[in-house]
């Protein structure tokens, strides 16, 4: 019940982002329930996203975003790829389909200086063949901004999460020789 009031008060507007809520004192007041009530629907909102604990202060109301939302999963994610390679072949899977709609969605939206950025990243992304770790962050920054072009920050963060997901296992996709050129061409046909 503690729970559920302070998310209504939370969803309501009572406490908006970046407001610190009530201190435990006042919320075992307000409700008329012990300190164990009041920590476990912190503990329980915490892990929902809404707020952020910090040992020694008062817990805070954090704003939602689409990016929030997918890295409440990224720890249980990683466990799942790591445990079961049939859903990291899923995941694969997925994010192929998912990236042919982003690039169709981008051919149809995009504007001269967002071809340029893309242009910009790849010419990047060139210049760091035979550094892996910059490679794939230039990688991700050319696929995070095909995805902005949607305007859709949702497409923005399911793509930042798959990324994120995978970066794990990217690297040693990119070690076999010829990858990176590969990758390198397949980003200059996007981009065409």
Known sequence: ?????????I???EFAPGDA????????ARFGVGRPAIREAMQALAKLGL?????????????????????????????????SPASLEHLKEVRRFFERGMVREAALKAADAEIAQLRATLDQQRRSLGDAPAFIAEDMK????????????????????????????HNNVLIWAG??????????????
């Open 142 to 169: 050319f696929h995070t901004q095909i995805a902005m072009i949607s305007g859709n920050p949702l497409f923005v963060a399911v793509s930042e999460a798959m990324l994120t997901w995978l970066r794990a296992y």
């Open 179 to 192: 990858k990176e050129n590969h990758t390198l061409a397949e980003h200059t046909e996007i981009i065409e």
């Open 11 to 13: 969803i309501g507007g």
């Open 51 to 83: 707020i952020s604990i910090t040992h020694g202060e008062r817990a805070r109301v954090r704003e939602l975003t689409a990016q929030s939302l997918f890295h409440q999963v990224d720890a249980a994610a990683q466990i799942m790829l790591l445990t």
């Open 21 to 28: 809520m009530p201190s435990e004192r006042d919320l075992m």
């Open 1 to 9: 019940e503690v729970l559920d009031r302070l998310k209504a008060m």
